[in-house]
């Protein structure tokens, strides 16, 4: 179970900043090629995003897992909503979908 | 086969009774990178077709995925690329 402190400072996290990634590595040092991957279209999009490196905390890295129920990492949130992994951003990036949602959260995006 | 693929294989069978499905083990790719185990069992790519996923969203897919394969995923699986679709898609 993870504890409130590591809830607490996923919640202030995902809240903090309209678009996080919780990665491995930073955005401009990826260390896992499914981060990097994200990165690449949040880069491609001109989004600004706040990257939280999960290799930093490992209560943060195991803690993220449970309250998304997502056992993967990278994983984005928007506006503190879960969007997903790096299959899902990238599908949805392919299909002009992420554009529209960032859009509709009134996150302005170049592409 | 790899007993990991093949684990993944007869689970992912079992559990969604899909009409196409691929598992590629892509454990070779990663060897030597920051984390991978070197164990030729941790990085699987599958693509799968199942009548299970119409008219569930992306996130509530993978996520079946991720419950029938909680095992391996705890385990030897360190990555698993998912393209998951419904019939038709």
Known sequence: ?111 | MNPVEQAIETKLRAAFSPEDLVVENDSHRHAGHAGSPGTGSSHFNVAMTAAAFDGLSRVDRQRRVYAVLAEELAGPVHALALRLKAPGE
């Open chain 1, 1 to 111: 179970m993870m504890d409130g402190q590591v809830k607490e400072r996923i919640e202030g996290e995902i809240t903090g900043s309209d678009v996080v990634l919780f990665m491995k590595g930073t955005p401009v040092f990826p260390q896992c090629g499914f981060s990097a991957a994200v990165v690449q279209v949040l880069n491609h999009l001109g989004v600004p995003f706040k990257g939280v490196n999960v290799l930093d905390d490992m209560s943060v890295r195991e803690g993220i897992k449970e309250f998304s129920q997502w056992p993967t990492i990278p994983q984005l949130y928007v506006k503190g909503e879960f969007v997903g992994g790096c299959d899902i951003v990238r599908e949805m990036f392919e299909t002009g979908e992420l554009g529209d949602l960032l859009n509709s959260k009134g996150i302005a995006v170049e592409a």
